[in-house]
T-cell receptor, first 115, second 115 residues
Framework: DAMVIQNPRYQVTQFGKPVTLSCSQTLNHNVMYWYQQKSSQAPKLLFH???????NEADTPDNFQSRRPNTSFCFLDIRSPGLGDAAMYLC??????????????FGSGTRLTVV | AQKVTQAQTEISVVEKEDVTLDCVYE???????LFWYKQPPSGELVFLIR??????QNEISGRYSWNFQKSTSSFNFTITASQVVDSAVYFC????????????FGTGTSLTVIP
């Protein structure tokens, strides 16, 4: 089935050690998003790629970066994870640049623990 | 400003009871979309419904129903004859025509259905 796949489901990293989370999609959607969801909170958009164009939310910390080498893959890099970065990270895709469009699809998420 | 309020943080019901999850929103957009997502313990966000601002018809899908009232800026979600599998966190979300790339999520309502 066409879907959004996030690997790994659970990631443990050390304080300050760079970590990369991955997301792949078989939907051929041109937009890919990364959300951060801390415990008992709503998901918060970090940034998104519209094709190759990167769009950062104004309040996303510089510690968070993203790469999209091709249509199917998108990576979230955390350069120096702090304890406050422990969260569920959700990848999503959409066919166009609007949430109101059809087919806005979330992956299952990667739960990041920082020790 | 876009804002979604889910005043109920946690709800517990006994199996087979009906339960209503409240959602109140604020937006200055005349065209906007409202959503409900389910997040089970496994973490993925599961799409339940999308409703546009011009369609105030209530909708029923099996045991689920939604009541959209623009006059009170509410988009409430009712589960009839609840089941244990309904236990999850439910998010209401808003996307406006002028904020296309992201959802504004409420803080979620954690529903526990007790067998």
């Amino acid at each position: 089935d066409a879907m959004v796949i996030q690997n790994p489901r659970y990631q443990v990293t050390q304080f300050g050690k760079p970590v990369t989370l991955s997301c792949s999609q078989t939907l051929n959607h041109n937009v890919m998003y990364w959300y951060q969801q801390k415990s008992s909170q709503a998901p918060k958009l970090l940034f998104h790629y519209y094709d190759k164009d990167f769009n950062n939310e104004a309040d996303t910390p510089d510690n968070f970066q993203s790469r999209r080498p091709n249509t199917s893959f998108c990576f979230l890099d955390i350069r120096s994870p702090g304890l406050g970065d422990a969260a569920m990270y959700l990848c999503a895709t959409s066919r166009d640049g609007t949430a109101i469009g059809y087919g806005y699809t979330f992956g299952s998420g990667t739960r990041l623990t920082v020790v | 400003a876009q804002k979604v309020t889910q005043a109920q943080t946690e709800i517990s019901v006994v199996e087979k009871e009906d339960v209503t999850l409240d959602c109140v929103y604020e937006t200055r957009d005349t065209t906007y979309y409202l959503f409900w997502y389910k997040q089970p313990p496994s973490g993925e966000l599961v799409f339940l419904i999308r409703r546009n601002s011009f369609d105030e018809q209530n909708e029923i899908s099996g045991r689920y129903s939604w009541n959209f009232q623009k006059s009170t800026s509410s988009f409430n979600f009712t589960i009839t004859a609840s089941q244990v599998v309904d236990s999850a966190v439910y998010f209401c979300a808003l996307s406006g025509a002028n904020t296309g790339n992201q959802f504004y999520f409420g803080t979620g309502t954690s529903l526990t259905v007790i067998p």
